[in-house]
């Protein structure tokens, strides 16, 4: 009998070879958006970069930002290039980090979507496909958020009021590099949270100090304050009221202590005050205190009330330097 034919594929034999890569990123990127305290309707994000290059340095070229919904970073899905505007003068130069050095890089965040033409050396198609890979690798995403809340899952953000500033969930910040010898390349910052976890901080408020930066003195001159206080819950309402306390040759004009305000989640209520200045000098306009007199339930350990309010006040400096004038 003549033998039976066996198939080419089953007479092959494999030979599997497996080496251990230790994979060295050439760049560290750490994002931290948060209200700005300068410009209404506008946020911050701040980047922190450090270069672990060995030999050469790196050269920032671009950076993105993408906002991510709380369905969109479950199914891993895409979002929508949001657009950045750098606070730096323009035309500086770009940011160059040598091997071990860092620096960081501040933008400002209005919530409008990019126009602009992508200027990456990355394939658009490949960074969508990547981030998409990324998202769903990060196993950290979903546990991040049950730890937040206990273990119970995060209430949905009810919708900003018309008119106010909405940033997303969270955003994801895509920083492109390029280094000599024509290498280029991506580093991602993922699922960056934008609004406040209840459990961060205390205090459920956050504001904004619009003010000139200087002034000259003259007869009769008050300086302009805007006050804007943003419930930053998203759980419920908050009761408050707040001082400005006077300082040596500042005086607040009109009521120094307002009523008790409420305000619903994300709302903001914004205060005209005037501060007149009786000498030159630089001051702090930043004289501000929040009494808490009422928490949405569960948002804080220690209960609120008129007769025991909870006292806060934002460590941010408004400086205003106030000019002689010429004779």
């Given at each position: 009998a003549?033998?039976?034919?066996?198939?080419?594929?089953?007479?092959?034999?494999?030979?599997?070879?497996e080496e251990s890569l230790l994979v060295r990123p050439s760049l560290v990127c750490s994002a931290r958006p948060s209200p700005s305290h300068r410009e209404a309707g506008c946020a911050a994000l701040a980047l922190t970069l450090e270069s672990r290059a060995l030999a050469h340095s790196l050269e920032i070229a671009d950076v993105r930002c993408v906002g991510v919904s709380s369905a969109g970073a479950k199914d891993g899905g895409g979002g929508e290039s949001l657009a950045l505007q750098a606070c730096a003068p323009e035309g500086s130069?770009?940011?160059?980090?040598?091997?071990?050095?860092?620096?960081?890089?501040?933008?400002?965040?209005?919530?409008?979507?990019?126009?602009?033409?992508?200027?990456?050396?990355?394939?658009?198609?490949?960074?969508?496909r990547l981030l998409r890979a990324c998202r769903a690798a990060d196993s950290s995403l979903a546990p991040r958020q049950a730890r937040s809340t206990g273990g119970a899952p995060t209430p949905a953000a009810p919708s900003a009021p018309s008119g106010d500033f909405r940033l997303p969930n969270f955003v994801d910040v895509i920083v492109s590099w390029s280094a000599d010898g024509g290498r280029f390349g991506e580093i991602y910052a993922l699922q960056v949270p934008c609004e406040r976890s209840p459990a961060a901080s205390p205090c459920p408020l956050d504001m904004h100090l619009l003010a000139p930066e200087t002034a000259t003195l003259e007869p009769g001159m008050t300086v302009p304050v805007t006050l804007r206080i943003r419930n930053a819950s998203i759980v419920g309402p908050v009761s408050f009221y707040f001082v400005a306390d006077p300082a040596p040759e500042l005086i607040w004009l009109g009521c120094e202590r307002s009523e008790?305000?409420?305000?619903?989640?994300?709302?903001?209520?914004?205060?005209?005050?005037?501060?007149?200045?009786?000498?030159?000098?630089?001051?702090n306009l930043n004289r501000f205190r929040f009494f808490v007199v009422s928490l949405p339930p569960g948002a804080g350990a220690v209960p609120a009330s008129e007769e025991a309010p909870l006292a806060f006040a934002f460590p941010v400096e408004r400086l205003l330097h106030a000019k002689a004038a010429e004779s």
């Open positions: 003549r033998p039976t034919k066996v198939p080419a594929s089953e007479r092959r034999q494999w030979l599997t070879l130069s770009r940011l160059r980090l040598p091997s071990g050095s860092s620096g960081q890089l501040l933008f400002a965040l209005s919530g409008k979507l990019a126009t602009a033409a992508d200027g990456s050396a990355v394939d658009a198609f490949a960074r969508r008790v305000i409420r305000l619903p989640p994300l709302s903001t209520h914004v205060a005209e005050l005037r501060a007149f200045v009786a000498s030159p000098g630089v001051f």
